[in-house]
């Protein structure tokens, strides 16, 4: 008698401990099939023009030309990272509502301090959402102005910040390429060394192929090379420091280059060495300062000696 009520006890045990959690597993958020995948998304991207960061310390526009995007309308904006921000509109998703004594808090401090997302086709608005996220970084929320609803934001397959992209300032989004201009059209390029001004050189179009003047036997395969090295050069990060940038602009530069196309343009890179630190400083085009990975660096440091062929 007593073993057969122990069975059921354990039966009954058994169905209580595999309801509760079915019903745990249902009322959490995230496993609620209820929540609009697309309350974020726009129904095509490829009509959006602009994008504009808001917060209470920056404002980004990106808008397009109808050829490529701008920043602020001051700059190129990186390709990379436009795709990027794309991307990440196309397939952010809610992955639950944030719990509901959070909600006024979390939208509150978003609408106040996190980034306001504005979509625009043309000058008619798309889509329009607060973004940011937890201290950590590691939580992104998005929040609907309209109804003040707060989500997390995940991208499925990816363990990323969702808001990450959204939050960049204006320094983010530029075009790294220093020297931005197309080499069809390249003039000249003069490379100074100021610690050993000998072995400063100047390359210029020599009929059909680029040659070093005064060094009629050079080496067109290194000095190709570093043609390449030189174009492809990209900033790793712009800085907004007036006075480090005007200090060193009084100061006299380790390496310069001075490119020029066909239309008399000129093209100005001044790089400062510090061999403690691990990136080398940069100003482009007298005024903008930028951080240099001192690898990439390295491959301009070739003197006129370099080129001679052996």
């Known amino acids: 008698m007593q073993e057969k009520k122990n069975?059921?006890?354990?039966?009954?045990?058994?169905?209580?401990?595999?309801?509760?959690?079915?019903?745990?597993?249902?009322?959490?958020?995230?496993?609620?099939l209820d929540i609009d995948q697309d309350i974020f998304r726009v129904e095509d991207l490829s009509r959006i023009?602009?994008?504009?960061?808001?917060?209470?310390?920056?404002?980004?526009?990106?808008?397009?030309?109808?050829?490529r995007w701008h920043v602020n309308e001051k700059y190129d904006a990186d390709a990379n990272?436009?795709?990027?921000?794309?991307?990440?509109?196309?397939?952010?998703?809610?992955?639950?509502?944030?719990?509901g004594l959070r909600q006024d808090s979390i939208y509150n401090h978003l609408s106040s301090s996190g980034i306001k997302v504005s979509l625009y086709a043309g000058e008619e608005l798309q889509k329009q959402f607060f973004a940011g996220g937890n201290a950590a970084k590691t939580q992104g929320f998005f929040a609907d102005p309209s109804t003040r609803e707060v989500y997390v934001m995940a991208i499925?397959?990816?363990?990323v910040y969702a808001s990450g992209i959204l939050e960049l300032d204006q320094n983010g989004w530029r075009d790294k390429?220093?020297?931005?201009?197309?080499?069809?059209?390249?003039?000249?390029?003069?490379?100074e060394f100021a610690r050993n001004p000998s072995e400063n050189f100047r390359v210029a179009m020599d009929r059909d192929f680029f040659g070093i003047e005064g060094l009629p036997e050079a080496d067109t395969a290194k000095l190709n090379t570093f043609l390449?090295?030189?174009?492809?050069?990209?900033?790793?990060?712009?800085?907004?420091?007036?006075?480090?940038?005007?200090s060193l602009l009084n100061s006299r530069p380790d390496l310069q280059l001075l490119a020029a196309d066909i239309a008399n343009r000129n093209y100005r890179l001044r790089l400062y060495d510090n061999p403690a630190a691990e990136q080398?400083?940069?100003?482009?085009?007298?005024?903008e300062l930028g951080r240099f990975d001192r690898r990439k660096i390295q491959r301009l440091l070739r003197p006129k000696s370099f080129f001679r062929k052996k």
């Open 7 to 32: 069975k059921k006890r354990f039966i009954l045990l058994v169905i209580l401990t595999v309801t509760t959690l079915v019903v745990f597993w249902w009322v959490q958020p995230e496993n609620r």
């Open 49 to 67: 023009s602009k994008v504009e960061l808001v917060s209470d310390t920056s404002t980004v526009r990106l808008a397009f030309n109808g050829s």
């Open 81 to 99: 990272m436009i795709r990027v921000l794309f991307a990440t509109l196309q397939q952010a998703a809610p992955k639950r509502t944030v719990a």
């Open 156 to 159: 499925p397959g990816y363990r």
């Open 177 to 191: 390429f220093v020297f931005a201009f197309n080499w069809r059209n390249f003039k000249s390029l003069e490379v």
């Open 228 to 246: 390449d090295d030189v174009s492809l050069l990209t900033v790793d990060e712009y800085v907004s420091e007036p006075r480090l940038t005007d």
């Open 280 to 287: 080398v400083w940069g100003i482009i085009q007298d005024s």
